[in-house]
């Protein structure tokens, strides 16, 4: 199965953790489905992901102690596969999985997806537990040197025989569920091991395996960042999409930071395969973590990122609690004309970055249609100009004499440019995208 065919655009879609942290449940991830479906499907958002630890017991009971509490209970069958925690996931009980919510959410017209930790549970290394299919027991595959820094659940596992078998029936039991989408964590960037980043290339390898054979097409995406660009034939070859950033939150520096990470990635950009920006924390997030709150982003900060997540052709993750949107917010992420330059005919060029301002370029292939995004750094608002030459737009095109007719795709505002400069004045940290003829 070839894993780029069923991905021609960015997954866009909405994923629990901004808002639940390891706390979501059942019901819960019905009620944003259900407004997935209302509102966005129409748009192009499909994906709902269930993130991380969806089969531990007690989530969130020791917030003020610990993320993740150190070896907690985790539901799990004899195979060493870890199972939905049914005192969250009700319907998961007797042996059904996922597969009651996964059929829920496509019954909607929609896609399911789960968050996983590189590995094996320690508690199936500990208790001897059997690899499916075979007589080789977790403990046999196990690597007590290979952990994650911040979470306790899982061993790596090491490149020998019954690994690449514990992951096949892994991905089996998901294909089972419906699954149609896997984020795996701890495995893009094994950051605990400074001199070696890369260590789970081999399980990078072994999913992309399981996922072949499972007969069901499963996005691929990697976690957590930053990904290292000198492994990136390698991520483009077995995965559908990899962080480029650690855990990027509502902070202007970190959206500030992500224009030299799109620099870095941008030629990396191909037909099911995405340097990832990570989630859009958009709307309300933060309630698992403590306290519910509004993105602490301004409006002209929000429009800067969904600008050049969209022209970059970064996926797209929301995490909002989407049954609390707002108005204004659901507006900024059903922009139709914005979100057509996710289409893979679509290919973006940074023009200029500098401490002030930063230009991108994308043109579509097919159509011609071009769009110079201007984006504000200064601490005020500010004039950004660019000449469209420098951009590349008169490559294709015979006379550069003739007036440009040029949309900002934001506000609607029309103008035509005569003398080949693209100027606007732009409030700061802010954005203005706009289409040209």
Known sequence: MDKNSFTPNPPMGWNSYDYYDTTVNEEQVKANADYMAA??????????????????????????????????????????????????????????????????????????????????????????????????????????????????????????PGAQEYYDSLVKLYAEWGVDYIKCDDICNTNLYVNNPYSARHEIEMLHHAIKISGRPIVLSLSPGPALIEQAWHYEKYANMWRITDDFWDSWPLLLNMFERCELWQNHVTKGCYPDCDMLPLGIVGKGFGTERMTNFTKDEQITMMTLWCIFRSPLMLGAELTKMDDWTLSLITNKQVLEILSEEHKAVQVIRNKDYAVWFSRNQETGKCYVALFNFREKKSKVMVSLDECGYYLHKDDKSKEVFAQELWTGRESRIINGKLIDEIEKHGAALYSLN
Request: charged residues 20%; proline residues 7%.
């Open 39 to 160: 509102h966005l499907k129409e748009f192009g958002w499909e994906y709902v992901v269930v993130d991380i630890q969806w089969y531990a017991y007690g989530t969130g009971t020791k917030r003020q102690q610990y993320q993740y509490i150190p070896f907690s209970r985790l539901e799990m069958d004899e195979y060493a596969r870890l199972l939905p925690n049914p005192e969250k996931f009700p319907y998961s009980a007797n042996g059904n999985g996922f597969k009651p919510l996964a059929d829920y959410i496509h019954n909607l017209g929609l896609k399911f997806g789960i968050h996983i930790m590189r590995g094996i549970p320690r508690a199936a290394a500990h208790n001897h537990s059997r690899i499916f299919g075979t007589d080789i027991t977790a403990d046999r595959i196990a690597c007590p040197n290979s952990i994650c820094g911040w979470n306790p659940d899982m061993y790596g596992v090491n490149n020998e």
